[in-house]
């Protein structure tokens, strides 16, 4: 199974959530009980990515207890998690095309070990991977994009958000300026 993106975000007029994989339409709120559900029947794993939106608001009792889970869930799943405090300002998690890319728990350096995804579709892997990425870019032309990473080996000296394509970063500012979009760029959670 390839790594997904998960979107979680808890509705900021209700303690109702918002649950999207790979960015399918959010058409729907759903109970905290429910969140729990969906995401243990996902049965998520290293290599997938989370982005959890919570809203500046104070939230009820019963969100902080379904927050309390996903964080237990993540950490014992090896899940990357990227947070979002909303409302951030101009961005809409939901909106925002996610690539997302795995490599090697002690090495996130690697991009020869390295796979490239855009919404749980594999690009490819390598430097072809991190190439086809760029390509899509470009050619598409998004107005903005995540690029988010497999959670790592925080035990080591790496810095805050490691990535394959570190030594072509370069490369990858070129692109996203010809083609005017803007890099959404979150640290994940440690």
Not at 7 to 29: P, Q, Y
Not at 51 to 69: D, F, M, N, V, Y
Not at 165 to 185: G, N, P
Request: aromatic share 10%; with cysteine.
């Amino acid at each position: 199974m390839l790594p997904r993106v998960v979107r979680v975000t808890l509705d900021r007029n209700s303690a109702a959530w918002w649950l999207t994989v790979n960015g399918a339409s959010r058409d729907h709120t759903i109970s905290g009980s429910e969140l729990v559900q969906d995401l243990a029947h996902l049965r998520l794993r290293q290599g997938d990515v989370m982005l959890l939106g919570l809203p500046h608001a104070q939230e009820s009792s019963r969100a902080e207890k379904t927050t309390e889970w996903l964080w237990g869930l993540c950490r014992s799943n090896n899940i990357a998690v990227y947070f979002m405090r909303e409302p951030f300002p101009g961005v809409d998690m939901f909106s925002v095309q996610a690539y997302h890319w795995t490599a090697p728990y002690d090495n996130p350096f690697d991009l020869t070990k390295a796979s490239f995804f855009c919404e749980g579709r594999l690009i490819g892997r390598s430097t072809n991977g991190f190439e086809e990425m760029l390509h899509q870019i470009a050619r598409d032309h998004p107005k903005q994009i995540f690029i988010l990473g497999s959670l790592f080996d925080t035990s080591r000296s790496f810095p805050p958000d490691p990535a394959p394509y570190d030594d072509h970063r370069d490369r990858l500012d070129m692109v996203l300026k010809a083609a005017r979009t803007d890099f959404v760029e979150l640290c994940p959670m440690p």
